[in-house]
């Protein structure tokens, strides 16, 4: 079992930033891929960004430029957003997805919220 735990949520001005860090526990494979994802009440789990281990990345439409995702080594990533809008505001979750079987193994989430 492998188990991402993110942190870094919290409560922002509009216009501000946040970094947000997933650490993965278990056993991790180099052909793991980590993303991540958010969700709003009501409205359907949108994809904000995916790194593979060799570091090739996938940003969900319109937020690559404010956010950018990156990783330290097979088990750890990050997620920094910048100029931050309070469309933003969402439950952001980590998620490990193992290519040798295509489980997705999903976090708790943390709680990003944006003021205007």
């Known amino acids: 079992q492998v188990h991402p735990v993110e942190s870094g949520g919290d409560l922002v001005q509009a216009g501000g930033s946040l970094r947000l860090s997933c650490v993965a526990s278990g056993r991790m494979f180099s052909t793991d891929d980590m993303a991540w994802y958010r969700q709003t009440p009501g409205k359907q789990r949108e994809m904000v960004a995916s790194?593979?281990?060799?570091?090739?990345t996938i940003y969900g439409d319109s937020l690559k430029g404010r956010f950018t995702i990156s990783r330290d080594g097979t088990n750890t990533a990050f997620l920094q957003m910048n100029n931050l809008k309070p469309e933003d505001t969402a439950i952001y979750y980590c998620?490990?997805?193992?290519?040798?079987?295509?489980?997705?193994?999903w976090g708790q989430g943390t709680q990003v919220t944006v003021s205007s």
């Open positions: 998620t490990v997805y193992r290519t040798s079987t295509q489980v997705t193994y």
């Open positions: 790194i593979t281990y060799g570091g090739r």
